[in-house]
């Protein structure tokens, strides 16, 4: 495996990178940036060295010092939309605390609120029953920031909801909650709540979870395809009318921003991640960067794949090795799943080209590492897909499914490739991995493509300001229908 001095850079040099990279992963460790992994990798010394820079931050004060100088001026610095929630109370409440995406968003919210003053509380529905590293790291984070987290039950819990001026739930699961916890004072807190549904799995639609939810205040949902897969579900299936409805898609951090944009930072981090995957600067990497299973499409993209390169192989076309990367495996779950992806590729003989990369909570580097990202969930596809925008800020070309929010993200044609769900997706899938691997310049074009797209639309400062907006809606409607209680 070719080492970092292999480069030829000078100690002195590459001393100034190594600072650099360190800088990218202090922005990119935000949680703001983690997506939906935990943990490092079992061989990926990329992981095991991000691990030690992190460590060794507190000693690099002259890294915190050229953090805080690339910062923006804070007089250029913009008003955030959400300064009107300055004094409120607002309480979040979580079905769980993971590192997957709905709880990840709700604490960026969450944060977004502390930073203009509000007084923001945090409720766990499900918690598990032990000390669990996960819940107790997100836990501080929140403490840190100034969000106060408190029990999901009992007294504190019914009397925070009353005098809050805003309730936010977090998912289709959070609902049972209204009920087990308010009980008779649920319709005092009705009126004031604002539901963010992330889902289109149909075992959500169920009357337990939902039937509060034509008297919410509003509902917030991140793509126009699935707030009509709920509209018309709710009323043919459940027999019950959705409230005033707002679709609001989301926007990278400004964190990540600074990453992608940064490209000494990505330089670095491609070199470091194609090293401990023992691949060469010019081979072509594909990856899914999704918690692997079904629903994911892991499987078919590795069909798609091995398609792909029978085609390139039958055509004899003259280009860079084509690569697998998937981030997101755990085998410590010894899923049935996991263990078919991996039979698959010892079965067609493809070991030396598929990747499996555990859960991490860095995708950044990844994202810097790949050349194109395949988004291909399966079924309804995503809601949204934050990993698709994100990759579009590192400049890479999108291969999605034509379903879902995604449909809503990539522009077929100009910012990456869409294909059909389910099998009869796997062969468009492998053509369109050969166009791109064949077709140079058509993939880098509709990487730029992407980036632009996402800096009209897909920023931090868009999703504050489309936030904003339905929490200034929710608000009036509630201002009058809802008394808060000082407890």
């Not at 939810?213 to 509209?231: C, N, R």
């Not at 493509?449 to 009209?456: I, L, N, Q």
Request: net charge positive.
């Amino acid at each position: 495996m070719a080492k970092h001095t292999a480069v030829g850079w000078g100690h002195h040099h590459y001393h100034h990178l190594q600072n650099r990279w360190l800088l990218a992963l202090l922005l990119m460790l935000s949680v703001s940036t983690v997506i939906a992994f935990f943990m490092r990798s079992a061989f990926d010394s990329c992981d095991r060295t991000v691990s030690a820079a992190v460590d060794g931050i507190g000693s690099a004060r002259h890294v915190i010092q050229v953090a805080e100088k690339r910062t923006t001026p804070v007089a250029a610095v913009k008003p955030s939309p959400l300064s009107f929630m300055k004094s409120k109370v607002v309480l979040l409440v979580s079905h769980e605390l993971s590192l997957s995406g709905g709880p990840l968003l709700l604490m960026e919210l969450a944060f977004l609120l502390r930073s203009v003053g509000a007084e923001v509380y945090w409720m766990t529905i499900m918690k598990p029953s032990e000390t669990d590293e996960v819940t107790y790291s997100l836990e501080h984070k929140m403490l840190d920031r100034g969000v106060q987290v408190v029990s999901a039950k009992g007294k504190e819990a019914l009397d925070t909801a009353l005098r809050a001026d805003l309730v936010v739930l977090n998912t289709a699961v959070a609902g049972k909650w209204l009920d087990v916890v308010l009980k008779g004072d649920v319709h005092r807190v009705l009126p004031k709540v604002l539901w963010w549904i992330h889902e289109m799995r149909g075992h959500y639609f169920k009357l337990d979870y939902v039937k509060n939810l034509p008297f919410v205040a509003g509902a917030m949902i991140d793509s126009h395809v699935t707030t009509e897969y709920w509209k018309n579900r709710t009323q043919e299936r459940l027999k019950i009318k959705m409230p005033d409805t707002y679709v609001v898609h989301l926007g990278n951090s400004k964190e990540l921003m600074q990453v992608a944009e940064d490209t000494v930072a990505k330089r670095v981090l491609r070199e470091h991640v194609r090293e401990s995957l023992g691949v060469l600067n010019e081979d072509l990497l594909f990856a899914i960067i999704n918690s692997v299973s079904r629903g994911k499409g892991q499987d078919l993209f590795l069909r798609s794949f091995y398609e792909a390169l029978q085609l390139i192989k039958e055509k004899k076309m003259q280009i860079p090795l084509l690569h697998a990367v998937i981030v997101g495996s755990d085998m410590s779950a010894q899923t049935k799943f996991e263990m078919e992806l991996r039979d698959y590729v010892v079965q067609k003989k493809i070991q030396d080209r598929v990747h499996f990369v555990n859960k991490t909570l860095t995708v950044a580097p990844y994202l810097a590492a790949i050349d194109v990202l395949v988004q291909n969930s399966q079924a309804r596809g995503e809601c949204f897909g934050r990993i698709t925008i994100e990759a579009m800020a590192f400049q890479l070309p999108v291969l999605g499914t034509a379903a879902g929010g995604t449909t809503e993200i990539v522009v077929n044609g100009t910012t990456g490739l869409l294909h059909p769900v389910g099998k009869p997706g796997v062969t468009p899938l492998a053509k369109n991995i050969v166009k791109l691997a064949t077709h140079v310049e058509r993939r880098l074009t509709m990487g730029k493509r992407g980036y632009e797209r996402v800096k009209e639309r897909f920023l931090e400062q868009h999703m504050a300001e489309r936030i904003a907006g339905v929490l200034k809606e929710v608000l009036r409607k509630s201002k009058n229908k809802s008394s808060r209680l000082i407890s």
